[in-house]
Every structure is written in C-alpha cells, then in structure tokens.
C-alpha cells in the first residue's frame, strides 16, 4: 500500500533520513567555520563537534590551524579543555593567548606513534574535551576506526591532521579535506563528506603564519613567526 502524500512529506521532514542527493547531517552539535562559502558545503553547516575530521595537509604552516581558529574562539570554558596532541612543533603559548585562546584551557601531550593514537582515545572517553587536535601521520586504519567510535559519542571538536600522502587510503571518518597552500590562502577540497561531492575545492582567504612566498622557495615552516599557533 503506497502512503499518502501527507505521510510522505512528514517522513522528508526527519532528521535521519538523508536523500542521496543532499548532504546528511550527523554530529549532534556543529561549530560555524567562520568561512560562509565553506559552512555551505559542510554537511553539517560547520565543523562537526561529534564524529573524526580528517584533515590531510601538503606542507607544515600552510594555514591549517588558522583554518580552524574561527571555531576554537566560540568554544565556551565549560566546554572543557583544549587538547593538542602530538604536535609536529614546540607549542607558543604566546601566540596562542594573542589569538584569543586561553592557556589555562589549553593542554599539551607529548607522545609518539601508537602511544599518541592511545592518547587520543583516552582524552575522548574522559568525556573532558571541547576540542582535540592530533598530529597522526602513522595512524593504521584499525586507530582511526576507533578514534572515530570514541569521538562519534562526544559534543568534542576532533581533528586529526595527517600528510596528503595518505589521501588514497580509506579513511573511518565522515569528514575528510585536503589543504593546499594558495596566493590568496588556503586551497580546501572535500575528499569524503556524507553527500555528493564537491564540483571543485574552495579557495579561502585565511591569514597564514609565513608568506606564500618565502613556503613555496622552501621556507622552513616552523620558523619563529609573531602569529603562529602552534611553532615557537
């Protein structure tokens, strides 16, 4: 027996019903990008606090923490910590405070390979984050599957950056980007979300720790930079 229009146009109206040719929203909570071009494409309308964010970059310092500082400064202190794992630079706390986010939130963990991935998932199950961010370049997909069953249970921003090398590997996350430097900022493509795929990637004007310049002649990255985030 067919159902009414009625009764079909309630069952289009639920929330966990995805049509295939739309974007899915599945984090219960999400954090407005602060890019209005990019929060359009997000499934869920900004970063998902709920769920893995894979993030796969093609150099140190080319804009990928400033991509996300948007949402880390509408983070709420009841929210709980925010935890950097592993990162690939010593931590400027300096420079962190001058951006807008607090030191007496902000915890850094020193660890490497398996024992970084076992971190992560601790911090998640402690049900204390409002956000995570890992550097996990040598992650198998068994740690990511279970990084992605700990956060899917969290309100807690969870972003793993991993080099673009690893793009034609499966990933467990719903959400993965790739980030290329620009003239202009930061190149972003959605490799994976939960929706059709994206026509072309989207350039962002972002404020990047080093000039375009100086990265593409070979630069290093972590070079001592007044507004960097994450470099001393």
Same mark, same amino acid.
């Given at each position: 027996m %067919?159902a %009414?229009?009625?009764? /079909?146009?309630a069952?289009?109206?639920?929330?966990d019903?995805?049509? *295939?040719?739309?974007?899915?929203?599945? @984090?219960? &909570?999400?954090?407005?990008?602060?890019?209005a071009?990019l929060? &359009?494409v997000?499934?869920?309308?900004?970063?998902?606090?709920?769920?893995l964010?894979e993030?796969l970059a +093609?150099?140190?310092g080319?804009g990928?923490l400033?991509?996300?500082?948007?949402?880390? !400064?509408q983070?709420?202190?009841?929210?709980?910590?925010?935890?950097?794992? =592993?990162p $690939?630079?010593?931590?400027?706390? #300096?420079?962190w405070?001058g951006? +807008?986010?607090p030191?007496s939130?902000?915890?850094?963990?020193e660890?490497? *390979?398996?024992?970084?991935?076992w971190?992560?998932?601790?911090?998640?199950?402690?049900? &204390?984050?409002?956000?995570?961010? @890992?550097? /996990?370049?040598? @992650?198998?997909?068994?740690?990511l599957?279970r990084?992605?069953?700990a956060s899917?249970?969290t309100?807690?921003l969870?972003?793993?950056? !991993? #080099?673009? !090398?690893?793009?034609?590997?499966p %990933?467990p996350?719903?959400?993965?980007?790739?980030?290329?430097?620009?003239?202009?900022?930061?190149?972003?493509?959605?490799?994976k979300? !939960?929706?059709p795929?994206?026509?072309?990637?989207?350039c962002? =004007?972002i404020?990047?720790p080093?000039?375009? %310049?100086r990265?593409?002649r070979g @630069? $290093?990255?972590?070079?001592?930079?007044?507004?960097e985030p994450?470099?001393?």
């Open positions: %067919s %009414s229009p009625a009764a /079909l146009d069952l289009l109206q639920r929330a019903l995805w049509r *295939g040719g739309g974007c899915a929203p599945h @984090a219960e &909570a999400a954090l407005a990008s602060g890019f071009a929060d &359009a997000l499934p869920d309308g900004g970063w998902p606090c709920g769920g964010t993030v +093609g150099g140190l080319i990928e400033s991509l996300f500082l948007p949402a880390l !400064r983070l709420e202190a009841e929210a709980g910590w925010i935890v950097i794992v =592993a $690939p630079a010593q931590v400027h706390a #300096p420079a405070q951006l +807008g986010l030191l939130r902000l915890l850094v963990v660890a490497e *390979g398996a024992d970084a991935a971190a992560c998932e601790q911090l998640l199950g402690s049900g &204390a984050l409002a956000a995570l961010l @890992a550097w /996990l370049p040598s @992650a198998d997909a068994r740690a599957r990084l992605q069953l899917s249970s309100r807690c969870s972003l793993v950056f !991993r #080099p673009e !090398r690893v793009a034609p590997q %990933s996350a719903p959400l993965r980007l790739a980030l290329r430097g620009s003239d202009s900022g930061v190149q972003v493509e959605l490799l979300r !939960r929706g795929p994206l026509a072309k990637p989207l962002l =004007a404020e990047r080093l000039p375009w %310049s990265l593409t @630069a $290093p990255a972590a070079t001592p930079v007044r507004r994450h470099v001393a």
